[in-house]
């Protein structure tokens, strides 16, 4: 049973003691630390083949082509209906 109001070793000690030193080489260090993290994770992405990045490319010049379309024609309508409604 721990005691009430008893400090709990939560690791900070560690975290604190990694804190201290020049302010100027802490910054550096962090982004250097970013920049490792960037290209760990780049490492890990799965590029598409040339065949995939076509299909993907014609998927969405479809898709976009029909959204066009689509709100052309609401527009069209929409523009009709408000002149028959207030006699333009």
Do not use: C, H
Not at 51 to 75: H, R
């Amino acid at each position: 049973m721990t005691e009430l109001g008893s400090p709990r070793d939560t690791g900070r000690t560690k975290k604190v003691a990694a804190k201290s030193g020049n302010p100027v080489s802490r910054f550096f260090a962090s982004i250097g630390l970013f920049i490792r993290q960037i290209l760990d994770e780049l490492r890990k992405v799965v590029r598409p083949t040339r065949s995939e990045l076509w299909n993907y490319t014609l998927v969405v010049i479809v898709f976009v082509t029909f959204m066009m379309a689509m709100v052309s024609g609401l527009d069209f309508g929409f523009s009709k209906l408000v002149g028959l409604v207030f006699g333009t």
